[in-house]
């Protein structure tokens, strides 16, 4: 008897502790949200993954996000690149942690459906565009360009800001 015990005990132990570690389903914006979502610029990118110019792609932790309505962007995402000369580098200053209230934002719409918004910071000294792609599925990129360090790409996917 005990040793059917153990035969049912293991399977069911180790699907109790892969359910709880299993990440949930990621709370992506629906096609008619993100719609929404752009038109009165209320919506939140996620990041997931980082994609520098030089070295390899990162996994990252939940956090890292840009949150972007019409009086303010909050941008706190990691950097991962090179910085040149007049980068500011020993001012323990992260380039991609910010909140702005002074912004240009431009957006479009595309023959495929995908929607292009590019945010320009005028008082963020080091950020030169954060251009935006948004899918109709509810994933998204984002290509930080900065004035004085390597680009750096993210992936993610967008939520509608409450």
Partial sequence: ???????????????LVQS???????????KEELVQAIAADKWTFAADQADPQYGRNRSLD???????????????????????S??????????LDFTSRDFNLSKEKDNKGRWLVTIRPKDAADI????FTFFENGTASLDAELSSRSP????GYVRVLQ
């Fill in 20 to 30: 709880g570690c299993a990440p949930g389903p990621k709370l992506t914006a629906t």
């Fill in 62 to 84: 939940a956090g890292y996000e840009v949150k972007c309505s019409k009086e303010k962007l909050v941008v706190y995402l990691p950097y991962f690149g090179r910085a040149y």
């Fill in 152 to 155: 750096v790409s993210f992936r």
């Fill in 128 to 131: 030169a565009a954060l251009r």
């Fill in 86 to 95: 007049g980068a500011g580098v020993y001012s323990n200053q992260r380039p």
């Fill in 1 to 15: 008897m005990k040793k059917y015990f153990s035969y049912l005990l293991v399977p069911a132990l180790l699907l």
